[in-house]
């Protein structure tokens, strides 16, 4: 069964690093998301990305953020300058929207460590 | 805004018997859905339920939903110690696909 992946599953870096957590959506797919879950609380929306463009950012996802989709097959968060706030785990999603359906399959998560 | 919160917050069971789920959300939604979460890992896909459904199956999953009261529930039959995991509900709206999730329900199921 086709499944979202991402690398690297833990990436620890020093405050104020750039980090760039990768993931592989489910080949045809064509909306792609990124969560976030901080230790202990719920998982929280960042961003959304349909034909090569963001669709709907929450207020977490501010200028130090970005995503891209580099080619046919990777969609990628980077973090410019990473906070000690920044630990937590990333969580990829893609979606068909077949049928109108908003079903999001998720990765396994990144977890970031921001010393 | 939306906000989806789960009751329990953590539930114990034996093996065989059903784990019942609740979820609440405050604002009108396009459908709602359910994830399981294993200790530190990903959010599996269970269950999604539209707005105009009322009630669907999937397995040993029932999924309930009731508008009016702006709530719905997940019932896991026979449940098995392979079970044990946290349980999310998540929303989303009309003009928006962003999932908005619940607390979560952590389900302990003892052999």
């Known amino acids: 069964e086709p499944e979202v992946t991402q690398t690297p599953s833990h990436q620890v870096t020093q405050m104020g690093q750039e980090v760039i957590l990768r993931c592989v959506p489910i080949s045809n797919h064509l909306y792609f998301y990124w969560y976030r879950q901080i230790l202990g609380q719920k998982v929280e929306f960042l961003v959304s990305f349909y034909n090569n463009e963001i669709s709907e950012k929450s207020e977490i996802f501010d200028d130090q953020f970005s995503v891209e989709r580099p080619d046919g097959s990777n969609f990628t968060l980077k973090i410019r300058s990473t906070k000690l706030e920044d630990s937590a785990m990333y969580f990829c999603?893609?979606?068909?929207?077949?049928?109108?359906?908003?079903?999001?399959?998720f990765g396994p998560g990144t977890r970031l460590t921001v010393l | 805004s939306q906000q989806g919160e789960e009751d329990p917050q953590a539930l114990s069971i034996q093996e065989g018997e059903n784990a019942t789920m609740n979820c609440s959300y405050k604002?009108?939604?396009?459908?709602l859905q359910w994830y399981r979460q294993n200790s530190g890992r990903g959010l599996v896909h269970l269950i999604l339920i539209r707005s105009n459904e009322r009630e669907k199956h999937s397995g040993r999953l029932r999924v309930t939903l009731d508008t009016s009261k702006k709530s719905s529930s997940l019932l896991i039959t026979a449940s098995r110690a392979a079970d044990t995991a946290s349980y999310f509900c998540?929303?989303?709206?009309?003009?928006?696909?962003?999932?908005?999730f619940g607390t979560g329900t952590r389900l302990q199921v003892f052999p």
């Open positions: 998540a929303t989303d709206g009309y003009n928006t696909d962003k999932l908005i």
């Open positions: 604002t009108s939604i396009n459908n």
């Open positions: 999603a893609s979606s068909d929207r077949a049928g109108g359906l908003n079903e999001q399959f």
